[in-house]
């Protein structure tokens, strides 16, 4: 029996709370577990997409053993056809209910983005990152909204609403600090709201004196919403 999402979100945070308190992996890489799962295949609960950098290793910073987590590990955690296809073949065939974008901090990919560099074939993922973090200049700031950019790109791209529905599946974003060990998911108002509307919002709320109310009513954001941009608006990066 397949763990729901949420299980699976409790999974890891508890995974991750294990890793930091012990520093040290205890996930299970046994021989029964190996024989195991080789013999009746795989059920992982989660599925990680996170970058290549090898001090962001998921089963560690999770502290998961062998046939718990389906990794998809590519340089600054960028989605495309392959990565797309993989998850499809998690959700449809492994039955796994939990997606989780994995960005890091110091990032070398989200770095690179930001400097303009476009060597080589690492221009594929560069321009990716550009399109994701558009004119910031902040390397947190600019990770995270890498992260959203592919949760987003998930749900635009596979029939996530089908998923959704039909097998439970959820998406989320994290990022992981790569000094203190710690993962930090991001909260579901970031990816709500459309970056360009909360940049304006702060805007019109910095350069006037309306109250942030007023200034929604201004731009004709809706009722339902203002919740999540007004929580936005607050944030510091
Ligand atoms: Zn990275």
């Known amino acids: 029996m397949s763990l729901s999402a949420e299980e699976t979100l409790e999974r890891l945070k508890k995974g991750n709370e294990e890793y930091l308190r012990k520093r040290a992996y205890t996930g299970d890489v046994s021989a029964e577990i190996c ?20 001090r962001a290793i998921p089963e560690v910073i999770f502290n998961a053993g062998v046939g718990e987590l389906f990794v998809i590990r590519v340089a600054g955690n960028v989605i495309d056809d392959h990565q797309l296809g993989s998850i499809e073949y998690a959700a449809d065939h492994l039955h796994t209910k939990l997606v989780v974008v994995l960005g890091h901090t110091n990032c070398g990919a989200v770095a690179a983005a930001l400097k ?69 998911f991001l909260d579901h108002n970031e990816w709500m709201v459309d970056r360009v509307l909360v940049d304006a919002l702060k805007n019109l709320s910095e350069s006037t004196d309306w109250d942030i109310e007023t200034c929604m009513d201004n731009m004709k954001i809706p009722k339902e919403q203002r919740e999540a941009y007004k929580a936005e608006v607050a944030r510091n990066i």
Do not use: F, W
């Open 35 to 54: 024989e195991t799962t080789d013999s009746e295949g795989q059920n992982p609960y989660a599925v990680i997409i996170g970058c290549s950098d090898s």
């Open 116 to 184: 303009h560099s476009r060597d080589g074939h690492i221009k594929y993922i560069v321009d990716d990152i550009r399109d994701a973090v558009g004119n910031e200049k902040a390397a947190d700031k600019a990770c995270r909204l890498n992260v959203i950019h592919s949760v987003k790109m998930i749900e635009r791209d596979l029939d996530i609403q089908k998923l959704e529905s039909k097998e439970g599946l959820r998406i989320v974003g994290a990022v992981y600090d790569l000094k203190t060990g710690k993962v930090g």
